[in-house]
Structures are given as C-alpha cells and as structure tokens.
C-alpha cells in the first residue's frame, strides 16, 4: 500500500528533529569543553535556559528571539547578547543616535520577553575575532549557564555574522573548559544551533524544528519595537520572520515554528541497546 499525504506528512516532520515530545538522551560521557554529542529532549526541558548570542540587536530578535520567548514562556531564563549595537544599519539616522535606538529597542524587546538584554558594544562592521573577544564571550556562557545557545550559522555574507559564529564556537570550547580559570566556573551548554536567517543561508540545512505557536504573537511584538522591523532599511523583516514562522510550521506540523541547526559534532546520537 502506498503511503497517504498524511504518512508523507508524518515522516516528512521526523526528517529533521520536532521538538514537543520526549526524545532519547545520549549515555555518552561529556568532554570538557566540549557540549554533549545529543541532548534531545522535550522543548521545555532543553529549552530550559537559553542565551542567543547574535552580532547585532536585530539579529537577535529577528533570528533567534523566539527559542528564547519558549524559554521564558516554560518558566526558564534568557539572555540576549549582542556583540554590537548595529548601530551604521541606517542610511538617514546618524551613528550615535541608532545605536542608541537600537539598544533601547533591544532591552525594551528583553523585558517584554521576560529575558535579560547584553551587550559588548564592538564596533558595527568590525567585530573582531581575537582570543579577547572569545574570553568575553565565553565570560557571559559562564555567567549565564544557559541549556542552550543560539548564534549565527558561519554561511553568511555579513563579516559580522561569520566572526559571531567563529567567537561563539570557540567561546563554547573555552566556557566548558575547568582547566581555564576565569572569573566563573566552567559550564558545558547542553545543545549550541543555528538560527535560520535570511542573511546566514549558505549551507544551513535545518535538522530541528521548535514549536512557538504559544510565544508567536509575544515574540512578534517584541520584535516590533525594532526601528527596522516594518522595511524602513529596505528589508521587510516582520514579513520574512512571520512567514518563515508559518512555513516553518508546515514543514514539522506545528501551527508556528522556528528551524534551527545543530551543530555538526551533536548530530550523532547514540542509542543504547535495551
């Protein structure tokens, strides 16, 4: 017998990883410095504490901001750092003054969403992609502790985003490291992804789906206090994120939901024999 659109459907969504049920949970032991090879559990357990860590405010939000609403919405934490301002992304308000805007939006965004906004004010269009950039970085995993992290995927033709996604990478080794000493002790995230985002598109293939139909309108309005959000820097971002939400949903049969990205050394999973 041929399979209906149903079971088309059905198998379709466990192609990549749904996230509302349980899931099996590797044995494996941890390496330090190192996050865990599977953590798949249900949403409200490893979406529990999440920090997204985006090169600009908007990014943030935009890409990342609802796994965070899914966190708070469960009764977690989240935390939003960005490494700048993104304060040269408008051609008509003056430097100054849009980072200004851009920060307020962003911790008017985190308290609407319940989750702390952070900053390291690196220059927009320059972040750089030093050890000292990394420490800081991996300070904040420490400080945080989150379940999970969200960042940018490195195939992107922003400069910021590729050295968002090299600082993270290495700030999650230098985080779950106990032979580093800094300020707090060493804290291995149990899952770090990768945001869908219109800008980070080359080679992201997404392997997770998360359901935010319960957050979708939060995370929404959140957005909307962004001076971008509505196209006036010639992008419509509340189209894109509202309709990628829905399409997002389709393809995994939620009502709303987000694609993420695991990071390619946790798409193992380990199965124990009964």
């Avoid at 220059?123 to 999970?148: H, L, M, N, W, Y």
Wanted: hydrophobic share 40%; with cysteine.
């Amino acid at each position: 017998m041929f399979p209906s659109r149903r079971d088309f459907l059905a198998l379709a969504s466990t192609g990549a990883f749904a996230l509302s049920a349980p899931k099996i949970v590797s044995q494996d032991p941890q390496l330090p410095g190192r996050p865990p090879n599977t953590s798949f559990g249900s949403q409200d357990r490893v979406f529990s504490n999440v920090l997204v860590i985006a090169a600009h405010p908007g990014d943030a939000f935009f890409a990342m901001g609802a796994p965070a609403a899914v966190a708070t919405h469960s009764g977690g934490q989240a935390s939003f750092l960005s490494l700048s301002l993104g304060e040269r992304g408008s051609a008509s308000i003056p430097v100054q003054q849009y980072g200004s805007l851009q920060q307020q939006a962003a911790e008017k965004a985190a308290a609407m969403l319940k989750s702390k906004a952070l900053f390291l004010h690196y220059p927009d269009g320059e972040i750089p992609v030093t050890e000292g950039a990394k420490f800081a970085v991996c300070d904040v995993i420490r400080q945080c502790k989150p379940s999970v992290i969200v960042t940018h995927w490195k195939g992107s033709w922003h400069k910021d985003h590729r050295a968002c996604c090299e600082i993270v990478q290495d700030a999650v080794f230098y985080a779950g490291l106990p032979a580093i000493v800094r300020k707090d002790p060493a804290h291995n995230a149990k899952k770090l992804y990768y945001a869908c985002n219109w800008e980070d598109a080359v080679g992201f293939a997404a392997d997770t789906y998360l359901e935010i139909t319960p957050v979708c309108e939060q995370w929404l309005n959140a957005c909307a206090l962004f001076p971008m959000w509505r196209g006036e820097n010639g992008f419509r971002y509340n189209d894109y994120y509202s309709s990628m939400a829905v399409a997002h949903g389709c393809l995994s049969n939620f009502k709303r939901a987000v694609a993420l990205m695991s990071s390619e050394e946790q798409r193992i999973l380990s199965i124990p024999t009964p």
